[in-house]
């Protein structure tokens, strides 16, 4: 089943090379709809107040005390983690570049035009739903195949560095962005942990869903 997936599956969109200049017009548009999905599951796990992601948990922290939005907060953390891939040697691809705009958009839309639920049983229930939003999302971006995301950059990046297991670079940058942007105000909550041991999952699933639907 889609748990067992090790791999991105490659589809008829995909691209053949992560650093392509000319992507297809199909590898484009499944692109801008994987990162406008995934923005989209950020942006609804922040308005439904049970808890953000790590890095949006960051991103509220700081805009609280430099009143920016909050997507362009998380736009402006995009490029201040690329900075950081300058000594890790990591190349930005198209993707990285839409990364970084388009979810931090699609959370500022959310948060406009989305309002909180009150009952908190739906709140959790947004919660759930925006974690397989942004599964799905990540799933499609990751099968087009235009370079990988800032975060995810820097996690490969330092990995390189290091040597240490992946899951351990990952969650040591997952629970110290989380935890500057606790202390700072950002909002941790169920949906926080929803998100830290349900993204895995709903990535695979996207993945398996994309991988099904297109071959």
């Known amino acids: 089943m889609f748990l067992s997936i090790k791999n991105v599956p490659k589809v008829s969109w995909s691209s053949d090379k992560p650093f392509n200049l000319k992507p297809k017009i199909s590898t484009s548009f499944f692109l801008c709809f994987g990162l406008i999905l995934f923005g989209l599951g950020e942006g609804l796990l922040i308005v439904s107040a049970a808890g953000a992601s790590p890095w949006s948990v960051l991103a509220q ?36 570049i839409l990364n970084a705009l388009i979810i931090g958009l699609m959370i500022d839309f959310c948060i406009k035009f989305v309002p909180t639920p009150e009952n908190y049983i739906f709140q959790l229930l947004l919660a759930i739903i925006a974690v397989l939003i942004v599964g799905l999302g990540g799933g499609i971006y990751l099968v087009a195949n235009l370079g990988p995301g800032p975060r995810d950059g820097l996690m490969i990046g330092l990995q390189k560095k290091t040597n240490l297991p992946i899951a351990v670079v990952r969650a040591s940058l997952e629970i110290t962005v989380m935890s500057i942007g606790w202390y700072l105000g950002g909002t941790v909550g169920v949906g926080t942990l929803l998100f830290a041991f349900g993204i895995g999952p709903a990535v695979a699933f996207g993945l398996f869903i994309v991988g099904k639907s297109f071959n």
């Open 61 to 96: 922290g700081i805009h609280l005390n430099i009143k920016l939005s909050v997507g362009i907060t998380t736009i402006l953390i995009s490029i201040a983690v690329l900075l950081f891939w300058v000594p890790l040697n990591q190349k930005p691809g198209i993707g990285t």
